[in-house]
């Protein structure tokens, strides 16, 4: 815990990794999806549905802090990737983010998988 | 435990004040030993509250933060002077939508509202007053 007051500028802010893998388009997410994130990640994925990416994987376990305009982000893409035929799915939820995720009903809303394997698994 | 008891914030209206905001509420958590499980509900709260107000508010004012702390739990004040607008008056989201029908928004309030414990909302002189307490152990 002694390590939380030491953040630094970095580990405030979104980081957004996309990475393409065989079957399936992963982007890893690290540190803070808030407001100020939020539009970067909409963005980003807005430019993989463009590029014709429809099944998309967020791994979130570097992701340690969620509020709502992530989660809308979160809506808004699934309902535009679930159009074209695809699907937002979500491997590595943190307990913390997991617990946002069934507080606003998203579990059962979108597909939640342990791990990047276990999406594949099932593509 | 010798560190103040409040702490009081003036936050420029800037969505990119967040993560400066949530450094310095999580160092006052820290030297509180506010849980962990606390800290998150907080500063999501706080980030939902002062971020509704930097992006309808229609004011450049700063926002005012207080919070305080005792052996129970966790005050939070803010207060801005943007337009008038209760949060609580706002429609809660059904969690149970399918996502077709969802639309992005309207998430913050409805978590703000689960995640505390009370909340309560004032418009006095001029400014908007809200309000949240989060006890520091749940049962």
């Not at chain 2, 030297?31 to 709260?45: M, R």
């Given at each position: ?56 994987v ?66 | ?67 305080a ?16 607008f ?11 939508t ?9 998430l ?8 505390m ?8 002189d ?7 307490v989060?006890?520091?152990?749940r049962?």
């Amino acid at each position: 815990m002694a390590g939380r007051a030491e953040w630094n500028a970095n580990e405030m802010s979104l980081e957004i990794f996309p990475e393409k893998l065989p079957a399936i388009q992963v982007v890893r997410l690290k540190g803070r999806l808030d407001s100020a994130g939020a539009p970067r990640l909409s963005e980003a994925l807005e430019t993989l549905e463009k590029a014709g990416e429809t099944r998309i994987v967020l791994e979130c376990s570097e992701l340690r802090y969620i509020s709502s305009v992530g989660l809308s982000v979160f809506i808004g893409s699934g309902k535009s990737l679930g159009a074209a035929g695809g699907a937002l799915a979500f491997a590595g939820l943190t307990p913390h983010v997991r617990s946002m995720f069934e507080m606003v009903g998203f579990i059962g809303l979108f597909p939640v998988y342990v791990t990047v394997d276990e999406a594949i698994a099932s593509a | 435990m010798n560190a103040p008891r409040e702490l009081a914030l003036e936050v420029a209206c800037d969505l990119a004040q967040l993560g400066a905001v949530s450094e310095r509420l999580d160092a006052f958590w820290v030297a509180h030993g506010v849980s962990d499980e606390a800290q998150a509900d907080l500063n999501i709260a706080v980030e939902e509250i002062v971020s509704n107000v930097m992006r309808h508010g229609e004011t450049r004012e700063p926002i005012r933060l207080r919070v305080a702390v005792d052996a129970e739990e966790v005050r939070v004040e803010v207060e801005d002077r943007g337009r008038e607008f209760n949060p609580l008056t706002h429609p809660e989201p059904d969690p149970h939508t399918p996502l077709a029908a969802r639309r992005p928004g309207g998430l913050g309030i409805f978590m703000v509202v689960k995640l505390m414990d009370r909340t309560s909302y004032e418009r006095r002189d001029g400014a908007n007053c809200f309000r949240m307490v989060r006890r520091r152990q749940r049962a």
